[in-house]
């Protein structure tokens, strides 16, 4: 067995490291142990898989998976995340109306940065959902180039500013410690990213999303018919 410990609030260092050092004692650890580090692997398997459901609506999911797990790399997708959401909603759920819910998102699966969006639909079905949002991520690159500068400004330093934010309570800034223990990061994450941002120009942000935006997993909900 292998532990980490780890102690957060009003306590000492020598009392905290007392009261760790009582736990570890009656763990069987082995110092021996070779350290795991949380990460996804690659996706082997199709890239398009189907699932069939006896449900009314259809659906349909678009993956963009990128292999970098730096902070630098998580903070771009979180951006493109920003500026994505609201144009994805407008043009495919409010314009073309293709399923009430209808969203796309940035997130990091443990360290992994994953961009994705998603339909679930009454009216179209799976092929027509999966070219309605490829048309729309794969004319984000263009979309994020001629975009107004200070649209861009914004969008960016929304993220720099929630990035910078920092804990309010005891609680959150334990949890903050606590996850970046667990997935391996260095306790000054968020500020790599947001000096990342910082850095960044929209021309270079246009030419990650061309690289960025390709080689999807897609995933088909249809409908099971009798």
């Known amino acids: 067995v292998r532990a980490e410990l780890f102690i957060h609030g ?44 006896t449900h009314p609506d259809e659906a349909a999911i678009v993956v963009y998976v990128d292999q970098d797990d730096s902070a630098e790399a998580r903070a771009l997708n979180a951006l493109a995340g920003n500026l994505l959401e609201a144009p994805f909603y407008t043009a495919l759920r409010t314009e073309q109306q293709l399923g009430y819910i209808t969203f796309a998102t940035a997130f990091p699966l443990l360290n992994t940065p994953m961009l994705a969006g998603a339909i679930q639909s009454p009216v179209a079905n799976p092929d027509a959902l999966v070219a309605a949002m490829l048309a729309e991520f794969e004319g984000f690159a263009a979309d994020v180039e001629t975009m107004p500068s200070e649209q861009f400004d914004a969008a960016k330093q929304s993220v720099i500013n929630e990035l910078r934010s920092p804990p309010q ?58």
């Open 169 to 226: 309570t005891q609680g959150e800034l334990s949890s903050a410690i606590w996850q970046a223990i667990g997935l391996n990061r260095a306790f000054d994450d968020r500020l790599t990213q947001a000096n990342a941002l910082e850095r960044l120009t929209q021309s270079e942000f246009a030419d990650y999303l061309r690289v960025r935006i390709a080689n999807p997993i897609v995933l088909k909900a249809t409908r099971i018919t009798n």
């Open 10 to 53: 009003p306590v000492s260092v020598e009392t905290g490291t007392a009261f760790l050092k009582s736990i570890a004692d009656r763990l069987p650890l082995d110092p021996d142990t070779v350290a795991v580090t949380p990460r996804t692997a690659p996706w082997n398997e199709e890239r398009t898989l189907e699932f069939a459901y």
